[in-house]
């Protein structure tokens, strides 16, 4: 296991009825700016909870943080919490609303400028305005984590910093009651990958890591259909949310090696494309894993077994044809090693469209005359270099999208 250094300060205050915990949670006395988006959590009571919890509070309001958040929308409430003397910002929404809340918080007291340059040269942080949220979509993890993502024209990038980790988040399953179908199966793949980037490389001599990602992949597998299913099924939702939470809030991925090659590719996609994030994930984590399967074999047969129960000597009794076309032993004897995998993969796929997130380029009517220039918007800021062992160069992402079509 590699050495590390944990800390995640981050309140969790999680359940039904935790809203109303605003009232104690935001500082009294401060000048308060709630960040929102598009108008969902009018619709679905969200905003008159927060808005009864701090009756006390003096707060003004930012709308219209879009869908993956864009620098110009950010500038704006940068420029409303200067000229307005706010000193703490209260993110309500999903990922995009958090993640644009964090650029705020380290863009309004940036001395430089252009805050671009936190996101695209990785400037220094040396402060930031505090940051509460309420969270009301199970995906990012964006709650208890120190990353955001952010676009500027073709460009959408990510950054993180201990300074912009919320001083605590809401989490209250029945916020999500709400949510289309679509931003359930969103979550439920983004989550999944999430915990795949920091689990499936190689071996790391670190099995409680391990364990805790296949329980978080298991979990996945057991509610997310259960809730995509039943928007009412208040428990499966619970148990989405806290998943979708634990996979990306640090805990799996002390000492051990990471890959976010998906994520970049899938950052692409959505710049160029408007992909939904979790939808650009769907369609490379699975091309991804195949390409590189000689340098993540050991892991994919970790995979096969511990989280798809494709146990040495098992036997295709399922009837699921294999991923990459190979031979996955559909005859019934005992699968191969790399049948496994092949197998493991399709059932991966399989759990991708159960939730009605495609798998395949050709579900967004992108071909391979596109790739080149997903290639050179990947490539802009530098030769490539991704992945856990930093060899997912230009052309292996030419072969994980050709896979992909
Ligand atoms: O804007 P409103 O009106 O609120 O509607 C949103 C939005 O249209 C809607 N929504 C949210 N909660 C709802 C709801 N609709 C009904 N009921 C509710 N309870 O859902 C739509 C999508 O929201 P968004 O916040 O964009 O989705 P998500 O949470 O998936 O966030 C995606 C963003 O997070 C970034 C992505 O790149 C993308 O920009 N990520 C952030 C990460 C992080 N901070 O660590 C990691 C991730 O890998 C990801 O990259
Ligand atoms: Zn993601």
């Given at each position: 296991?590699?050495?590390?250094?944990?800390?995640?300060?981050?309140?969790?205050?999680?359940?039904?009825?935790?809203?109303?915990?605003?009232?104690?949670?935001?500082?009294?006395?401060?000048?308060?700016?709630?960040?929102?988006?598009?108008?969902?959590?009018?619709?679905?009571?969200?905003?008159?909870?927060?808005?009864?919890?701090?009756?006390?509070?003096?707060?003004?309001?930012?709308?219209?943080?879009?869908?993956?958040?864009?620098?110009?929308?950010?500038?704006?409430?940068?420029?409303?919490?200067?000229?307005?003397?706010?000193?703490?910002?209260?993110?309500?929404?999903?990922?995009?609303?958090?993640?644009?809340?964090?650029?705020?918080?380290?863009?309004?007291?940036?001395?430089?400028?252009?805050?671009?340059?936190?996101?695209?040269?990785?400037?220094?942080?040396?402060?930031?305005?505090?940051?509460?949220?309420?969270?009301?979509?199970?995906a990012?993890?964006?709650?208890?984590?120190?990353?955001?993502?952010?676009?500027?024209?073709?460009?959408?990038?990510?950054?993180?910093?201990?300074?912009?980790?919320?001083?605590?988040?809401?989490?209250?399953?029945?916020?999500?009651?709400?949510?289309?179908?679509r931003q359930i199966g969103n979550g439920?793949v983004d989550?999944?990958?999430?915990?795949?980037?920091?689990?499936?490389?190689?071996?790391?001599?670190?099995?409680?890591?391990?364990?805790?990602?296949?329980?978080?992949?298991?979990?996945?597998?057991?509610?997310?259909?259960?809730?995509?299913?039943?928007?009412?099924?208040?428990?499966?939702?619970?148990?989405?949310?806290?998943?979708?939470?634990?996979?990306?809030?640090?805990?799996?991925?002390?000492?051990?090696?990471?890959?976010?090659?998906?994520?970049?590719?899938?950052?692409?996609?959505?710049?160029?494309?408007?992909?939904d994030h979790a939808r650009?994930?769907?369609?490379?984590?699975?091309?991804?894993?195949?390409?590189?399967?000689?340098?993540?074999?050991?892991?994919?047969?970790?995979?096969?077994?511990?989280?798809?129960?494709?146990?040495?000597?098992?036997?295709?009794?399922?009837?699921?044809?294999?991923?990459?076309?190979?031979?996955?032993?559909?005859?019934?004897?005992?699968?191969?090693?790399?049948?496994?995998?092949?197998?493991?993969?399709?059932?991966?796929?399989?759990?991708?469209?159960?939730?009605?997130v495609?798998?395949?380029?050709?579900?967004?009517?992108?071909?391979?005359?596109?790739?080149?220039?997903?290639?050179?918007?990947?490539?802009?800021?530098?030769?490539?270099?991704?992945?856990?062992?930093?060899?997912?160069?230009?052309?292996?992402?030419?072969?994980?999208?050709?896979?992909?079509?």
């Amino acid at each position: 296991m590699n050495n590390f250094t944990f800390h995640n300060p981050v309140r969790v205050l999680f359940g039904r009825g935790q809203i109303s915990k605003l009232a104690t949670e935001v500082p009294a006395g401060a000048r308060v700016l709630l960040t929102a988006g598009g108008g969902s959590i009018k619709a679905n009571g969200v905003l008159a909870q927060v808005r009864a919890a701090l009756a006390g509070h003096d707060v003004r309001e930012f709308w219209g943080i879009e869908p993956n958040p864009r620098y110009e929308t950010l500038m704006k409430a940068v420029e409303l919490a200067r000229a307005d003397k706010v000193d703490f910002l209260l993110a309500v929404g999903g990922g995009s609303v958090l993640d644009g809340t964090k650029f705020i918080a380290a863009a309004v007291p940036f001395p430089g400028q252009d805050p671009w340059d936190i996101v695209s040269k990785s400037a220094t942080i040396e402060a930031a305005l505090p940051i509460g949220a309420v969270l009301t979509l199970p995906a990012t993890g964006s709650e208890m984590n120190c990353y955001a993502v952010i676009t500027r024209g073709e460009h959408k990038l990510d950054f993180g910093h201990p300074l912009v980790y919320p001083r605590f988040s809401v989490l209250d399953p029945e916020t999500t009651l709400t949510l289309p179908a679509r931003q359930i199966g969103n979550g439920i793949v983004d989550a999944f990958t999430h915990t795949m980037e920091q689990y499936l490389t190689y071996p790391a001599g670190a099995p409680l890591q391990d364990r805790l990602a296949e329980s978080v992949l298991r979990t996945l597998i057991e509610v997310g259909p259960l809730t995509y299913a039943d928007p009412t099924d208040y428990d499966a939702r619970a148990n989405l949310m806290w998943a979708a939470t634990m996979a990306l809030n640090g805990v799996i991925s002390v000492g051990v090696p990471q890959d976010w090659a998906t994520h970049a590719v899938g950052h692409v996609l959505t710049a160029l494309h408007g992909i939904d994030h979790a939808r650009t994930l769907g369609v490379v984590l699975p091309a991804m894993l195949s390409v590189r399967r000689a340098g993540k074999r050991e892991k994919l047969l970790q995979y096969a077994e511990r989280v798809w129960d494709l146990r040495p000597g098992a036997s295709d009794a399922s009837g699921t044809s294999s991923a990459s076309g190979g031979d996955a032993g559909s005859g019934g004897g005992a699968l191969s090693d790399d049948a496994r995998i092949d197998l493991a993969l399709a059932r991966t796929c399989a759990f991708f469209e159960s939730v009605g997130v495609p798998t395949r380029l050709s579900a967004y009517g992108i071909a391979a005359e596109g790739i080149p220039a997903i290639l050179d918007n990947l490539g802009a800021r530098g030769p490539l270099a991704l992945g856990e062992r930093k060899d997912v160069t230009r052309a292996v992402v030419q072969d994980v999208l050709q896979a992909a079509l």
